[in-house]
């Protein structure tokens, strides 16, 4: 009977964490970017191929602790692999939401994103409440990661 | 020393102190080409243990220059795309030359030698240079795998920069392009005419810098 329910637990904990991602078109993610509602939100645009990306996703885990920050993690990753992406997801128990961008041209969202955007990820769009947007296309290490974040935020 | 010149001396320094950081904070970032730039001449080596410049080619009408890798997802999906376009345009007066920036301590697959391996494997017919410096991609102002440029040369040591970005819509799926922005810029500059598109943006690897 205890093993019954460890293993209810341990499936429970499975379904909470594990979120399902669906494919969004950019004028969806274009809403989120206009309409965020945190005092601070963050959109990390990454990819399961890109391994800068991967060594800086903990960091952007980690801000989902402070109650003011709402952080999304756009994944780039080609439309085919929506699958890997979810597994990804599970395997490295992602809290922060994950966004699946399912566009075929990135020139049509890149520049609408940021015009200092080059196209190259990892890359970082902060949106404060007031709408004032900071975007960064570079690799983020802990401690900069949280200067930056601070600084926005008060 | 009287006062004044006193004063003045610090004055002086003062208003150097001002111009230097100026000028300090002007060439910090590497902005690199906007088209109507000229683009430099470099000298890199190729795969083929020779010293590669863009002066090195007589009869070109110009060149497809391609910051490119073997390790970006984004590069290997538009590999035979670059080897088509050098197919088609080379004959043309525009050939490509790959220009390989990765720092190969943090990405060892972009060594000279695993270069070499590639473009033997998937039939490159043109040059892959190494800039171990990554003083080229710098000065282009490259800032991922792949990012094209288009240049025009119109004299000895004139290469002017007229497309800078994608090389189509669809990078993913080749099957699926319905814009060839570089064919098109330089089928533009082949009848004497300016390319309507000159910059197309597309996502990329980040230059593993130094």
């Known amino acids: 009977m205890k093993k019954i329910v460890i293993w209810c637990m341990v499936l429970m904990s499975f379904s909470l964490s594990a979120q399902l991602v669906e494919p969004i078109k950019f004028t969806k993610l274009q809403e989120k970017i206009l309409s965020s509602n ?3 939100t963050v959109f990390n645009f990454w990819a399961t ?3 800068p990306c991967i060594k800086e996703l903990p960091h952007f885990e980690t801000l989902n602790s402070k109650d003011n920050v709402k952080v999304y993690l756009v994944s780039l990753d080609f439309p085919d692999q929506l699958d890997k992406v979810r597994k990804f997801i599970s395997k490295k128990n992602l809290n922060s939401e994950v966004l699946f961008l399912d566009e075929k041209d990135p020139d049509t969202y890149i520049s609408k994103v940021s015009q200092e955007w080059s196209g190259a990820i990892p890359a970082t769009l902060f949106v404060t409440d007031l709408g004032k947007t900071f975007f960064y296309e570079k690799a983020f290490d802990k401690e900069e990661l949280e ?3 601070n600084e926005y935020l008060y | 020393m009287s006062k004044t010149m006193k004063r003045t001396f610090i004055l002086l320094i003062g208003v150097l102190a001002v111009i230097a950081v100026l000028f300090m904070n002007a060439s910090r970032p590497a902005a690199g080409y906007g088209i109507g730039d000229y683009a430099s001449d470099f000298e890199l080596p190729n795969i083929d243990g020779e010293m590669v410049s863009l002066s090195d080619y007589s009869g070109v009408k110009g060149f497809i220059v391609i910051f490119t890798c073997n390790t970006c997802p984004y590069a290997k999906a538009y590999e035979s795309r670059i080897i088509d376009l050098d197919k088609e345009y080379a004959s043309k007066g525009f050939p490509v030359i790959a220009i390989n920036p990765n720092d190969i301590n943090k990405q060892p697959g972009d060594s000279m030698e695993e270069m070499k391996k590639r473009s033997k494997n998937k039939g490159y ?4 240079l190494r800039d171990n410096t990554q ?5 282009f102002g490259a800032t991922k795998t792949p990012h094209v440029y288009v240049l025009k040369k119109e ?3 004139k290469y002017k920069v007229e497309f800078i970005g994608a090389i189509d819509n669809s990078p993913n ?3 699926d392009v319905s814009e060839v922005y570089v064919e098109d810029a330089i089928n533009a500059l082949l009848n004497g005419e ?3 598109v000159t910059e197309k943006r597309a996502i990329g690897c980040t230059i593993k810098w130094s």
């Open chain 1, 38 to 40: 945190s005092e601070l």
């Open chain 1, 49 to 51: 191929w890109c391994a």
């Open chain 1, 147 to 149: 200067k930056t974040v």
């Open chain 2, 125 to 128: 017919t043109f040059p892959y």
């Open chain 2, 135 to 139: 003083t080229v991609a710098k000065s």
């Open chain 2, 155 to 157: 004299a000895e040591e």
């Open chain 2, 173 to 175: 799926d080749p099957g």
């Open chain 2, 194 to 196: 300016k390319p309507v």
